[in-house]
C-alpha cells in the first residue's frame, strides 16, 4: 500500500487546511519507504500503542491525537495524525457520536453539533443512552430541568462551546469545575476518551484498508 495515497483519501475526507493553528495534524513521523504493509489505527499515540504496532507488524500508525513530542524511539514507524480537521469534517468525531447514540443532527458548526428532537425526552432518558457508551458519565443540571429538546454535542473538550448554543443540554467531554458550575443547561461529561473512541473507526473506514487495518486496543486512563 502506497502510504501517501491512504493519506490522500483522510485528507480529501478532512482537509489538514481545515484544522486549527495551534493543531499539529499531518505527518508526525514520515519515513523514506513509500510503501507499508499494514496501519494500527488509534485514539492516541503512545507507548503502549507503538508497542502494539510492533508486536502486530505494523509498519505504519494513523491517530486522532495529535504529538507535540516525539520520543526517538518512536522514529522507526511512520506515523500520522487528523485531529481537528476530523473533529470539523462531516461524519467526523461529533457526528459518529451522534450517530452511535441513534440520534440525528440538525444542526453543523465547526465544532459543534445541534440535535432538535421530535418530542421531548427527560433527562433521565438521555442520561440512559449515554451510559451506553459511558457508563461512568457525570452530569450537572444546575436549573433541576426535567425535559429536553434540544441537544449541543462536541467530541472531545467541549466546555467551552457550552454557552454559544442555546440548547436544553450538552453533551461533552473534559468538564471543567468553574464551567459546570455556571452552566444554565444540562450539561453530561462523557469523558473525553469515551467521546472520541470511535475515531480509530473512522479514519479506518475511510482509507478503506479493512485487513490490512488493525483498530487499536486502546482504554480510558481512569479507573
Request: with cysteine.
Amino acid at each position: 500500500m502506497n502510504k501517501y495515497e491512504i493519506v490522500k483519501k483522510i485528507e480529501q475526507f478532512a482537509p489538514l487546511e481545515t484544522q486549527e493553528k495551534w493543531d499539529c495534524s499531518g505527518w508526525v513521523v514520515e519515513l523514506k519507504e513509500q510503501n507499508v504493509h499494514k496501519i494500527l489505527f488509534a485514539l492516541t499515540v503512545t507507548d503502549k500503542i507503538v508497542q502494539q504496532a510492533r508486536e502486530k507488524k505494523c509498519d505504519m500508525i494513523i491517530s486522532h491525537h495529535p504529538l507535540f513530542y516525539i520520543p526517538l524511539e518512536w522514529k522507526d514507524i511512520n506515523i500520522y495524525c487528523a485531529h481537528t480537521n476530523l473533529d470539523k469534517a462531516d461524519g467526523g468525531t461529533t457526528d459518529t457520536l451522534i450517530k452511535k447514540l441513534g440520534f440525528v443532527k440538525t444542526e453543523s458548526y465547526e465544532f459543534v453539533r445541534i440535535v432538535k428532537l421530535d418530542a421531548p425526552i427527560t433527562i433521565e432518558e438521555l442520561r440512559q443512552e449515554l451510559l451506553k457508551i459511558s457508563p461512568k458519565l457525570r452530569y450537572i443540571n444546575n436549573y433541576q430541568k426535567t425535559t429536553i429538546q434540544t441537544i449541543g454535542f462536541c467530541a472531545g473538550s467541549g466546555s467551552e462551546f457550552i454557552n454559544e448554543y442555546k440548547t436544553d443540554a450538552f453533551v461533552t467531554g473534559d468538564l471543567k469545575f468553574h464551567t459546570a458550575l455556571d452552566c444554565k443547561q444540562a450539561v453530561f461529561d462523557i469523558g473525553h476518551f469515551e467521546s472520541e473512541i470511535f475515531a480509530p473507526e473512522i479514519l479506518k473506514n475511510v482509507t478503506g484498508i479493512e485487513d490490512k487495518g488493525i483498530i487499536a486496543d486502546e482504554k480510558s486512563p481512569f479507573i
